[in-house]
């Protein structure tokens, strides 16, 4: 419930001939220090209008207002302060949570409107870094926010499936590889072709040559080289498809960059056309010195193209394809300047609709505030670390509930969800530091706390044993009540906060601050006493749990009824 807008009705009711709703609204003000109330209008604002002392209209004002939402006014100065009536109020934001459930805060904000979300993306025979892994939980929560506010979300997984390492791995493959082999363990296999290809290079350079070549034959869709192409391709999608079964993430297309080959030779005449390409040392590049970055290589001497050609051909595939209203990019912050000159040469080419694309942007994770490095075969397997991060889950629940059904399958959730929350839980541009033993504790900043928050409020529920009674009175003003609901009703403005900066650590920190203040309330309350508020305590419980577990669901998390 809007509290600010139930405010600003009453006011308006007043200075109707002088005001607007929207203009009441847009004054209001939250006041400083709560003791002063939880809404302010500033009466100045009317002083021109009146010729009167703010204070006199503040006065006047306090003495017309009258409405059981309201408990008292108190004009300060040139404000009028609002005190809310906190028991109405509670019982309109329980009724309003509970009957609405999970579709609460939902909007229809981007109604009828499509949002391409670029994804994952990780690369073709190598294995799935870390970075993929932010990219993954980073865009499937984006998806599921967009959705909240009314979009519809496209999951793109734009695999890095084409360029001049396949030339490589096909050089590899024919010299050493074994099928055998690569089919066992085709990431770990295709990655060690690729590092024996770059260590003989250096004593063979004219390996190089070899690999271009076939490279080019790949590119003029030579039948050998496309069905070694599609092994590794498929191959290693099977591996990916682990990782992404194990986060429950599911993507609408897996487009990668060697869909658009075939729509290049268009991308150029259309640069041709538009008259922005330039000839440099046989090269064909973009000059972006207006927009103080350096040239965009389209095309090399030899007339192969780049990352970023394809990428200018899959951005104008997608507005084609959806007409989208944004288009979103989650990749590593260190492609930054990759994003800009995309945009840039788009907008060079007169499509306003760049303006639109977003490159989500974000931090590196670390281990020991070093960089992770998949080169040097020194690699971390998502898999193994999500199946870790499920063993330390299997002994929490060991210790803290040895009794409880289906252990493994909760612990897979509360491993993996653990995992995926503390990827969402800091700002997403800032480096963080992965220690899987602090991420899996049910107790702290960490996902499994916000499960366990949510699994306990179902417990309390089933103790109960009642139905609940909407219709009966939801009354609620004491202070730990309040907090919770406070918090339960600002879940619309959060989701939307979370929407305006692309920022899933926007819905995790909330989803922490509302278990906090649920926790705090079952400490200080006997919420299942048999007196006359224990249907309305037994109602905030319960929403809690449905926002607490709608939050959850939007970052892609789990939410086990118990633990
Ligand atoms: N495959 C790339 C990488 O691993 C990421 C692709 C990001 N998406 C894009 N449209 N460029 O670095």
């Known amino acids: 419930m809007d509290l600010k807008k139930l405010v600003a009705n009453e006011i308006h009711r007043h200075v109707a001939e002088h005001l607007s709703e929207e203009q009441v609204y847009g004054l209001l003000e939250k006041p400083k220090h709560a003791e002063h ?69 939902q909007s229809d904000y981007g109604k009828g409107q499509t949002v391409p979300i670029d994804m994952s993306s990780p690369n073709i025979a190598k294995p799935m870094s870390m970075g993929h892994l932010r990219s993954t939980v980073i865009g499937n929560a984006l998806a599921n926010i967009v959705e909240k506010v009314g979009y519809k979300p496209v999951k793109i997984n734009h695999l890095g499936d084409w360029g001049t390492q396949f030339g490589k791995l096909i050089v590899a493959y024919k010299k050493w590889g074994d099928v055998e082999k690569v089919e066992q363990n085709p ?241 997403r541009l800032n480096n963080f530091d992965f220690v899987l033993e602090e991420v899996v504790q049910f107790e702290g900043e960490t996902g499994p706390y916000v499960q366990y928050t949510n699994a306990r409020a179902l417990s309390i529920l089933r103790k109960a044993g009642v139905e609940l009674d909407l219709a009966a009175p939801l009354h609620l003003a004491d202070d730990y009540a309040w907090g919770v609901l406070k918090l339960i009703n600002s879940f619309p403005d959060i989701i939307m906060s979370s929407f305006e900066k692309f920022e899933p650590s926007v819905i995790a920190k909330y989803s922490l601050q509302l278990s906090q203040a649920f926790n705090r309330y079952y400490a200080n309350t006997k919420v299942l006493v048999e007196d006359e508020e224990r249907n309305a305590r037994l109602v905030l419980v319960k929403a809690t749990s449905v926002i607490l577990q709608e939050s959850l669901r939007l970052l892609g998390v789990k939410a086990p009824e118990r633990m």
């Open 37 to 105: 109330g939880d809404i302010a209008f500033p009466a100045f604002s009317l002083a021109k209008t009146f010729r009167k002392a703010p204070q006199m209209i503040a006065q006047d004002l306090a003495e017309k207002i009258d409405s059981p939402a309201i408990s008292k006014t108190e004009p300060v100065g040139p404000y009028l302060n609002f005190f809310l009536n906190k028991e109405v109020i509670s019982a309109e934001i329980l009724k309003e949570v509970v009957t609405q459930k999970d579709d609460y805060g």
């Open 187 to 427: 990431i770990a296999e295709l990655l060690k072709l690729y590092v024996q290809f770059h260590e003989v290079a250096e004593e063979q350079p004219e390996l190089e040559d070899e690999a271009r070549a076939w490279f080019k034959k790949l590119e003029d869709g030579d039948q050998e080289a496309t069905e070694l192409w599609t092994r590794f391709r498929s191959e290693s999608l099977k591996e990916f498809m682990t990782v992404y079964d194990m986060l429950d993430i599911q993507f609408d297309s897996f487009n990668g960059e060697a869909f658009y080959n075939d729509k290049m030779d268009e991308v150029i005449a259309l640069l041709e056309e538009k008259g922005v390409l330039t000839q440099d040392r046989g090269a064909t590049i973009v000059d972006l010195e207006k927009y103080n970055l350096n040239p965009a290589l389209i095309k090399k001497s030899d007339g192969a193209t780049l990352y970023i050609t394809r990428d200018l051909a899959a951005a104008i595939y997608r507005k084609r394809t959806y007409d989208f209203a944004l288009s979103l990019y989650a990749v590593g912050n260190e492609q930054s300047n990759h994003f800009k000159q995309l945009k840039a040469v788009l907008k060079e080419m007169g499509y306003d609709w760049a303006d639109d694309m977003h490159h989500i942007p974000f931090g590196l994770i670390t281990q020991g505030g070093k960089k992770l490095s998949t080169r040097k075969g020194k690699v971390i397997l998502l898999e193994e670390v999500l199946n870790e991060a499920t063993s330390l889950a299997l002994e929490q629940i060991n210790l803290k509930n040895p009794t409880l059904e289906n252990k493994e399958d909760v612990a897979k959730q509360v491993g993996v969800g653990a995992v995926v929350f503390h990827d969402l839980r800091n700002d």
